[in-house]
């Protein structure tokens, strides 16, 4: 008798329809993870820009063709309908399920959680669909998980260097070139969602491994592209990591590039991608007279993201530690304190082989 394996996937969640964006909107600020302040002040500075900022927001979500809400879930979904075969073709043997955790909205961690436990799993990987490892996302699901289930899991926390991983997105971004015409002059910009600076600061080590990618990527294209690793979607006051997609954008759009803008960060489609790539910088693009604005698409149910997925996995099964980057042990160097490899940790100024 095999095995009972649940691969629960973590993702963010995005609100179901029009009402759903505010209490949406009020959860992913009350996370500490998120807003470092104490708990009153949090709670009140989600409130205050759950209300002030839901009306710009539902407008955003209304532009999608999903309700009002967001496509996040059935994109998540097809994602894991594509991973459970995959799993099952490289696991024979054993009953594998895919389960759906979002931290902000539905399905909930906590429910995923429940539905792990009544499964009756032998064996729970975690999976992120977030690419890189940062506090605010990954690390704030682990810690909504590891409240919720309370028996040992083992963990895939980061795969940004993953060979498939930067193939697949290399290969989206020359078929993203080759349907715009194969233009010269080419900028490509690698937009990845923004973080407070504060946050990279404090040792989270997202900014490094999307900008790591981002060189393995530069590897790969043409020589003679432009290519410019840039963060988007800033929210709130604080001063945010750079550059700005938007002002690249703007950048290279006087110089009358042909501007290709692929998510890095993003490993499917939603309102970052859709409605901020898709429409408002491409409004951006063309107000300051890009030669030509191409979106490349998230990766979605690319086969080699999906198949890399399951190699995660089935690694993460077969290690002696519970927790697993794409180099096997701790991925990131020595100063990142946000990495959750507590051990072994590598040395300061340490070489690191991306690849291996
Ligand atoms: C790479 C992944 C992400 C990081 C890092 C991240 C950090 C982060 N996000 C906010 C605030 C918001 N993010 C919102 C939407 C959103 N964020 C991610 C991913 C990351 N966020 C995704 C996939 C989505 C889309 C969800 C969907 O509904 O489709 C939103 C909501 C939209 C909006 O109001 O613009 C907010 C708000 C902060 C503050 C932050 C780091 C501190
Ligand atoms: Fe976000
Ligand atoms: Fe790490």
Known sequence: MGRKIAVVLFNLGGPDKAESVRPFLKNLFRD?????????????????????????????????????????????????????????????????????????????????????????????????????????????????????????????????????????HVERIMQAWEKAGRPENVSLLLSAHGLPEKIVKDGDPYQ???????????????????VTACYQSRVGPLKWIGPPTEEVIAEKSKAGKNILIAPIAFVSEHIETLVELGEEYRLVAEEHGAASYTRVEALGTHPDFISMLARETTEALSMKTPMRSCGGDRLCPHEFSGCPHKQPVRKAGQAINPQS
């Open 32 to 168: 500490p993870a998120i807003i470092t302040a104490p708990l009153p002040i949090r709670w009140f500075l989600a409130r205050l820009i759950s209300r002030t900022r839901a009306p710009s927001v539902i407008k955003n979500y209304a532009m999608m063709d999903a309700g009002g809400g967001s496509p996040l879930l059935p994109e998540t979904e097809e994602q894991a309908a594509a991973l459970q075969t995959e799993l099952a073709k490289q696991l024979p043997e054993d009953e594998v399920r895919c389960f759906i955790a979002m931290r902000y909205w539905h399905p909930f961690t906590e429910q995923a959680a429940k539905n792990v436990k009544a499964w009756g799993a032998d064996e729970v990987v975690l999976l992120p669909l977030y690419p890189q490892f940062s506090t605010t996302t990954t690390g704030s699901s682990l810690t909504a998980w590891k409240k919720a289930y309370k028996d040992p899991v083992r963990t895939v926390c980061c795969y940004p260097f993953e060979e498939d991983f930067v193939s697949a």
């Open 208 to 226: 490094w491994q999307c900008e790591t990618m981002a060189e393995m990527i530069i590897g790969r294209v043409p020589r003679d592209w432009e």
